[in-house]
Structures are given as structure tokens and as C-alpha cells.
């Protein structure tokens, strides 16, 4: 057999091998068939600590294609507004779907937020104080016309709270491997204001309520369970910057 068959014939069998070894590797077991099923209804009550649900109006979080797109890729997913006696207004936006692959990617803020016209910027990775545990988020400030959002938000895959994308195909690939398709939520908080400092505190604060009148089986669930203990302190800090795009 001449040399250039040899290398047809080697190529053609690699190309063979690697074909049945992506069978092979494929995951076909989903956690969500592993664990107790969950409802994003029974984690996000109507009531959350002082905070209850404004059914004054709809809440349009984001648009009609963008939300037709969201339906496709989640199984469930969940858009409120929030009010305290105070009538501080919080919207609160969670999608999940029991099926994290490529295919069914989160729907970062940063990527979303300006395919719908809006500009992005200070975007930073802070840890959360929730009173006993610390959660790694991502926070931004989207603008359009006369609207300002301030924004936090964070994602789970499977039980590990992620933020950017190479840290989302990390923690994918680690179920993927043992032959496990994880699940995954986006737990994104905003409001309106053009003071980013104040609606961050809002956010923790709404979030700590959240999380203290959670039960325990189901905190990690919400936030991962690679939230650490933390001691009291009075603010949050900034880890990293990031760019506008980052991720």
C-alpha cells in the first residue's frame, strides 16, 4: 500500500475512533432526574421576607423575542416585581432548564441586555454578604434612553453558582465527563435608578431576605453550594473588573 494510502487509511480510522469515543462520552443521564424535582414557583415565594408581589401591572423584563427565546431554552422560568412598605421596587427574572449543554447556554445580562438596544457598563464581580454565607454574583448597569438598570445576577450550574463562560463550561464538563447532563437556573435582580451603589445594597438585601426564609435543603439550589460562611460586615467588596463583554 503506497504512503499517502497509509495516511487515508490512518486518518479514516482516527476519525472513526474519535466517533465512537464521543458516543461513548456522551452524557445521557440528567440530574434533574436525579434529585427532588424543583419548582422555581415554591423557591421564589410571592413573599419574600418584607417584600411582596407588586400584581399592580405586568412586568416586561425583557422583549417579546427575547422572551419567546428564553421559553425554548428553559423549562421554567419566572418574571415579578417586588415592592417593600417603603415602595422600593425590585424585578426579579429566574429561568431553568434541566439541561445545561452548549445548547442550552444561560442567558447572561451582558450578552442580552444590549442585543435589546441597551449600553453596558461597570461590570464587576463582587461578593454578597447574606448574612451567614457569601455568594459570588456579577454585577452591571445597563442603560437605554432615559432608563438605568443597575444589576445583579449569578448562574447555577448543576449545584456550583458560575459567572462568566469559561467557568460555565468548566463546571458543564465536569458533570459531562461522569456522563451526567446538570441542570441550571439564572437568577438575575434589578431595579430602576440612576444610583448603582444604593440598588446594589437593594439587591443584597432582598436577597439576604430570600435566603434566610428558604429551608436549608433547597439554599444551594438557588445560590450553589459553593457559597462559603462569612463573618458579619457592613458591605459587600469588588473582586474583579471585568469588560463589557467579559466572560
Known amino acids: 500500500m503506497s504512503h499517502p494510502r497509509v495516511k487515508a487509511v490512518v486518518a479514516l480510522v482516527l476519525m472513526a475512533l474519535a466517533f465512537i469515543g464521543s458516543l461513548a462520552w456522551k452524557p445521557t443521564t440528567f440530574l434533574a432526574?436525579?434529585?427532588?424535582k424543583v419548582s422555581i414557583e415554591q423557591l421564589f415565594p410571592s413573599q419574600i421576607g418584607a417584600w411582596r408581589q407588586d400584581?399592580?401591572?405586568p412586568t416586561q423584563l425583557v422583549a417579546p423575542d427575547q422572551a419567546a427565546l428564553l421559553a425554548k431554552i428553559y423549562s421554567q422560568t419566572l418574571s415579578r416585581t417586588y415592592v417593600d412598605a417603603s415602595g422600593n421596587r425590585i424585578m426579579l427574572s429566574v429561568a431553568y432548564g434541566g439541561d445545561q449543554s452548549d445548547a442550552t447556554r444561560a442567558h447572561r445580562p451582558e450578552v442580552c441586555y444590549p442585543a435589546q438596544g441597551f449600553n453596558v457598563s461597570g461590570i464587576a464581580e463582587r461578593r454578597l454578604n447574606l448574612g451567614g454565607l457569601t455568594l459570588r454574583a456579577r454585577q452591571l448597569v445597563a442603560n437605554q434612553g432615559g432608563r438605568?438598570?443597575?444589576i445583579t445576577y449569578?448562574?447555577?450550574?448543576g449545584d456550583?453558582?458560575?459567572l462568566g463562560g469559561p467557568e460555565q463550561k468548566y463546571a458543564q464538563l465536569a458533570y459531562t465527563t461522569r456522563g451526567i447532563i446538570p441542570d441550571g437556573m439564572l437568577v438575575r435582580v434589578s431595579n430602576i435608578?440612576?444610583?448603582s451603589a444604593e440598588s446594589f445594597e437593594l439587591h443584597r438585601q432582598f436577597l439576604m431576605a430570600l435566603i434566610?426564609?428558604?429551608r436549608p435543603e433547597y439554599v444551594s439550589r438557588i445560590v450553589g453550594s459553593q457559597t462559603q460562611a462569612v463573618s458579619a460586615r457592613p458591605a459587600d467588596s469588588v473582586?474583579?473588573?471585568v469588560g463589557t463583554h467579559g466572560g
Do not use: F, H, M, Y
Open 33 to 36: 432526574d436525579l434529585r427532588p
Open 160 to 162: 456550583k453558582a458560575v
Open 239 to 241: 473582586v474583579a473588573a
Open 193 to 195: 435608578s440612576t444610583n
Open 154 to 157: 449569578w448562574i447555577v450550574v
Open 148 to 150: 438605568t438598570e443597575p
Open 212 to 214: 434566610q426564609q428558604t
Open 55 to 57: 400584581a399592580s401591572g
